[in-house]
T-cell receptor, first 116, second 112 residues
């Protein structure tokens, strides 16, 4: 596709359930980012991949959060034992370049997670 | 780490008037400052960016200014139109870094 694609767009989970959120970046984009956006807030950095290597996971809020990008394209963000505070929109973004100041980040529409 | 403050949180202007949104950053090493526009339920999209070796950049009705000494940068929208209504986010990132740090956003409403 022409842009970054995320699925599912909406996910409702019961507290304690595991969820998996998928991101298809723009073809050929080296960098892939996950951001968490709480209601009324700006996106907050979670983790960064350069190709298949996860170079920074300092923004992951707890060890319940795990991300992978095994073949350097599609990425999955997994949240185990979901809690209500995990409710947010999870944004994926990709970039052609290897640094954050290298140019435009292209965002997906996001996956809105609601934990009941 | 970097900290970005953004003001105001909400802004209402009459159609045709100008709108100004201001941001400050804490890390003097930051050297790239993009602005993103996010319409309700949509993805953030880059509207303009500026690098630290430039003081001002303009693209049609949108301009961004940067004051490195004071560590603040601003977005200026002239001749506002209803379609400019959205949430605007400023961001900053340092040299060699990849973590964009975003402000909390400004909800701009343009009243016809």
């Amino acid at each position: 596709g022409a842009g970054v694609s995320q699925s599912p767009r909406y996910k409702v989970a019961k507290r304690g359930q595991d969820v998996a959120l998928r991101c298809d970046p723009i073809s050929g984009h080296v960098s892939l980012f996950w951001y968490q956006q709480a209601l009324g807030q700006g996106p907050e950095f979670l983790t960064y991949f350069q190709n298949e290597a996860q170079l920074d996971k300092s923004g992951l809020p707890s060890d319940r959060f795990f991300a992978e990008r095994p073949e350097g394209s599609v990425s999955t963000l997994k949240i185990q034992r979901t809690q209500q505070e995990d409710s947010a929109v999870y944004l994926c973004a990709s970039s052609l370049r290897t640094s954050g100041n290298g140019g435009e980040l292209f965002f997906g529409e996001g996956s809105r997670l609601t934990v009941l | 780490g970097e900290n970005v403050e953004q003001h105001p949180s909400t802004l209402s202007v009459q159609e045709g008037d100008s709108a100004v949104i201001k941001c400050t950053y804490s890390d003097s090493a930051s050297n790239y400052f993009p602005w993103y526009k996010q319409e309700l339920g949509k993805r953030p999209q880059l509207i303009i960016d500026i690098r630290s070796n430039v003081g001002e950049k303009k693209d049609q009705r949108i301009a961004v200014t940067l004051n490195k000494t004071a560590k603040h940068f601003s977005l200026h929208i002239t001749e506002t139109q209803p379609e400019d209504s959205a949430v605007y986010f400023c961001a900053a990132v340092g040299a060699g870094s990849y973590q964009l740090t975003f402000g909390k956003g400004t909800k701009l409403s343009v009243i016809p």
